[in-house]
């Protein structure tokens, strides 16, 4: 099969219809015990922010119809991965019952068009999906937004929410703060989607040859503390190093290489992702093993996959892809301190302001299967 029908077919899921409207995952909760009574609800939509929202030179803004309410949020200009960060209020009086029965729907639309071709993609779901959920809300869920006119257009981007339900004596629980690091977090886990709505599998391939120029990581006090345990003989290199790979959640890491500044590996690691995935980078940590405290970390390298494929429905497009070729590692200052200040650098927070080495990666993806557990990490012959 061509490459560019192997990327068009990533995108055309088989969604289940129902007249016009995708099939939307609903609660499984015995509602027959609950309360008949009317009541007074507040619903909080708490909608954080978008990604890889299909279209080009957009102006996105997220509605959110709860019932028969609807409220939008502020308009984020040119920009397929909006930052809204707003909350959104309803107010119902009415039984328990009748409430898990509300339905939500999230839609994100292209304000610079006009109402009629304006939306990008929609997902629908019940409340009665976040009333049996903990206190009854869920924290930082991702939706898969689809077309509802057009089940073979398959994904049109995702959205991040939070939404709490509050009854009489209820309290609200704060969510987490989202961080920078959300692509290192589970994110399937996390993902609603239509039912009927299929994934298909991938794999990520990085393969890590080598590196070059890693700096010195143990002190020589630690050094003198090896020579006396006799973990350590005569003048070796202070480092060593080996390679951590994280996507999706996922983490796999290279063997390591003792006592050298140039380790060679010529390792494949396999990662299994369901796509499309809204992972946009592919983290590279170079590490260095520690026998006396936890393993520290030289420094930290992101690969930005939208800049390393194309889904350009007018074009062929292709999936990332990447070398052989070097990617330079910046962190902290290369001399070795103890409890540095500067080390959130080497974990990625920040423009490192220091070269701490080089590796030789390579980057593939094949569509159509995960790896199974005796593929993850295999030597490259």
């Given amino acids: 099969m ?17 007249g016009n409207l995708i099939a939307a995952p609903r609660s499984t909760m015995d509602r027959s015990k609950l309360s008949t009574k009317k009541q007074d609800f507040q619903v909080r939509v708490n909608i954080h922010e978008g990604r890889k929202l299909l279209g080009g030179n957009i102006h996105p803004v997220c509605n959110v119809h709860v019932g028969k309410q609807s409220k939008h ?13 707003e909350v959104l ?6 039984s328990a019952f009748d409430l898990c029965d509300e339905p939500v729907t999230i839609e994100v639309l292209n304000s610079r068009k006009i109402r009629s071709d304006s939306l990008i993609g929609a997902f629908k779901f019940d409340l009665g999906l976040v009333y049996e959920s903990n206190d009854h809300q869920f924290f930082h ?3 898969l937004l689809t077309d509802p006119e057009d089940k073979e257009s398959g994904a049109k981007g995702y959205v991040k ?15 987490p703060k989202s961080s920078s690091a959300d692509d290192l977090v589970d994110i399937e886990s996390n993902l609603l989607r239509p039912a009927g709505v299929q994934l298909q599998p991938a794999t990520y391939t990085v393969k890590i040859y080598k590196a070059e120029d890693v700096p010195k990581m143990d002190t020589d006090y630690f050094e003198g503390m090896k020579r006396v345990l006799r973990m350590q003989h005569g003048d070796h290199d202070l ?3 080996y390679m951590i790979v994280s996507f999706a959640g996922k983490k796999l890491k290279t063997k390591v290489m003792y006592k050298t500044y140039t380790p060679e590996w010529d390792q494949e690691l396999n990662i299994g992702v369901q796509m499309p995935s809204m992972c946009e980078q592919l983290m590279l940590r170079l590490m260095d093993k520690d026998h006396f405290n936890r393993d520290d970390i030289i420094a930290t390298h992101f690969l930005q996959l939208t800049r390393l ?8 497009g292709f999936l990332p892809t990447f070398g052989p070729a070097y990617v330079n590692f910046y ?25 701490r080495g080089r590796a030789l990666v390579e980057l593939t993806v094949n569509i159509g299967q995960e790896p199974s557990k005796d593929e993850l990490i295999r030597d490259i012959d």
């Fill in 2 to 18: 061509p490459l560019r029908h192997k990327i068009k077919k990533i995108f055309k899921n088989d969604h289940r219809y129902y």
């Fill in 73 to 85: 949020t502020r308009v984020q200009k040119s920009t397929n991965k909006p930052l809204w960060d």
């Fill in 89 to 94: 209020f309803f107010d119902f009086n009415c």
């Fill in 141 to 143: 869920k991702w939706v």
């Fill in 161 to 175: 929410i939070s939404i709490s339900i509050l009854g009489p004596g209820d309290k609200l629980k704060i969510p």
């Fill in 239 to 241: 480092v060593d190093p």
């Fill in 309 to 316: 494929s194309s889904a350009d429905p007018d074009d062929e």
């Fill in 331 to 355: 962190g902290s200052p290369r001399e070795s301190i103890v409890d540095d200040e500067l080390e959130p650098l080497n974990r990625g927070c920040g423009e490192g302001c220091s070269f």
